[in-house]
T-cell receptor, first 115, second 111 residues
Framework: DAGVIQSPRHEVTEMGQEVTLRCKPI?????LFWYRQTMMRGLELLIY????????DSGMPEDRFSAKMPNASFSTLKIQPSEPRDSAVYFC?????????????FGDGTRLSIL | SQQGEEDPQALSIQEGENATMNCSYK?????LQWYRQNSGRGLVHLIL?????REKHSGRLRVTLDTSKKSSSLLITASRAADTASYFC???????????FGQGTRLTINP
C-alpha cells in the first residue's frame, strides 16, 4: 500500500523565492499534519487538518507560511517569501481522526535549503 | 516548551545488548507513542501505550508507562545493527488530537 507521499524530496532555492511543498496522505485518512524538523528545535507541529479543514495553525511561524488542503488527497505548504532560517526538513503525516489511539504515518519529508 | 524529554540524548551499545531509552512528560495524556527515524527518512510508528496501561510488548520492544511519575521507557532487547536510528516519544495530551514529540535519542548499535 502506498504511504504518505511528499514532493519534492529536496529543494534548494534562493531567499525571497516562493516554495511549495506537496503532500498526498494515505487514502482514507482524514487528518493531515505538517511538521518541521531542525537540529535546534526538533520536530515541531506547524498545522493540522481534519476533513480538509484547518484545526490548529498555532505552530505556523509567521504569515509567510500558509497551508491548504483543497481535497482529501492533497495538501500544500507554501512559504513566500522564503528566508534562510526556513531551511529544515518538512514532514507531512496522516492518520484516522476517529479514535484517540491512532498512530501517525509520516512521509519521507522534503529537505529544504534556502540560500 | 517540550512536552516530552528523552534521556539519554545519545546511546551507543554493542550488538546483542539491550538498549533502554526514557521519556518524561509534563501533563496528563491519553496515550504515549514511540517512533523510530532512520537517517534521511520519516518517522515510523513502533508502539502505542494507553494511559491506563502499564506495560506493552511488541516483538523485541517493551514499553512501560508510569503515569504517577509521568515517564515511559522503551527497551529494545537483543539489539541489531538495523536498530541504529533515532527514537522519539510522542504524547497525545488529553483533549487534544495533536502529538507532541520529544527531542529523541540517537541509538547506535556497534557490530
Amino acid at each position: 500500500d502506498a504511504g504518505v507521499i511528499q514532493s519534492p524530496r529536496h529543494e534548494v532555492t534562493e531567499m525571497g523565492q516562493e516554495v511549495t511543498l506537496r503532500c498526498k496522505p494515505i487514502s482514507g485518512h482524514n487528518s493531515l499534519f505538517w511538521y518541521r524538523q531542525t537540529m535546534m528545535r526538533g520536530l515541531e507541529l506547524l498545522i493540522y487538518f481534519n476533513n480538509n479543514v484547518p484545526i490548529d495553525d498555532s505552530g505556523m511561524p509567521e504569515d509567510r507560511f500558509s497551508a491548504k488542503m483543497p481535497n482529501a488527497s492533497f495538501s500544500t505548504l507554501k512559504i513566500q517569501p522564503s528566508e534562510p532560517r526556513d531551511s529544515a526538513v518538512y514532514f507531512c503525516a496522516s492518520t484516522l481522526a476517529g479514535g484517540t489511539n491512532q498512530p501517525q504515518h509520516f512521509g519521507d519529508g522534503t529537505r529544504l535549503s534556502i540560500l | 516548551s517540550q512536552q516530552g524529554e528523552e534521556d539519554p540524548q545519545a546511546l551507543s551499545i554493542q550488538e546483542g545488548e539491550n538498549a533502554t531509552m526514557n521519556c518524561s512528560y509534563k501533563t496528563s495524556i491519553n496515550n504515549l507513542q514511540w517512533y523510530r527515524q532512520n537517517s534521511g527518512r520519516g518517522l515510523v510508528h513502533l508502539i502505542l501505550i494507553r494511559s491506563n496501561e502499564r506495560e506493552k510488548h511488541s516483538g523485541r520492544l517493551r514499553v512501560t508507562l508510569d503515569t504517577s511519575k509521568k515517564s515511559s521507557s522503551l527497551l529494545i532487547t537483543a539489539s541489531r545493527a538495523a536498530d541504529t536510528a533515532s527514537y522519539f516519544c510522542a504524547t497525545r495530551i488529553q483533549g487534544a488530537q495533536k502529538l507532541v514529540f520529544g527531542q529523541g535519542t540517537r541509538l547506535t548499535i556497534n557490530p
